[in-house]
């Protein structure tokens, strides 16, 4: 089992920055495959980046490549999401998971096994 606490959401401005952060347990950090994803209101759960279990390897979705960075920092057992230039269409729950599946990249919902509890980030226009 892995247990995976999100925190860092809040209200942004359009174009200012979050750092999201996931703190993981109960698994070998190092030894799992981590994503993000995110849930608008009304819209199907999306992947937005994963990281290979070394954090060595980083791959993203259009929509947020170049914006968006993800870290796995496995000193510390955390996974964090750096978002810049925030845009009103960011808003949603981000939601980090992680797979013992040692593939890169996977960015289907199916492919992860633990799931954190959401933290939800708007984007004011």
């Known amino acids: 089992q892995v247990q995976l606490v999100e925190s860092g959401g809040g209200l942004v401005q359009t174009g200012g920055s979050l750092r999201l952060s996931c703190a993981a347990s109960g698994r070998t950090f190092s030894r799992i495959t981590m994503a993000w994803f995110r849930q608008a209101p009304g819209k199907e759960r999306e992947f937005v980046g994963t990281?290979?279990?070394?954090?060595?390897?980083?791959y993203y979705a259009d929509s947020v490549k170049g914006r968006f960075t993800i870290i796995k920092d496995n000193a510390k057992n955390t996974l964090y999401l750096q978002m810049n230039l925030l845009k009103p269409e960011d808003t949603a729950v981000y939601y980090c998971?992680?797979?013992?599946?040692?593939?890169?990249?996977?960015?289907?919902?199916?492919?992860?096994?633990?799931w954190g509890q959401g933290t939800q980030v708007t984007v004011s226009s």
């Open positions: 998971a992680a797979t013992d599946n040692l593939g890169f990249p996977m960015d289907a919902l199916y492919k992860y096994d633990y």
């Open positions: 990281v290979s279990w070394s954090g060595g390897n980083t």
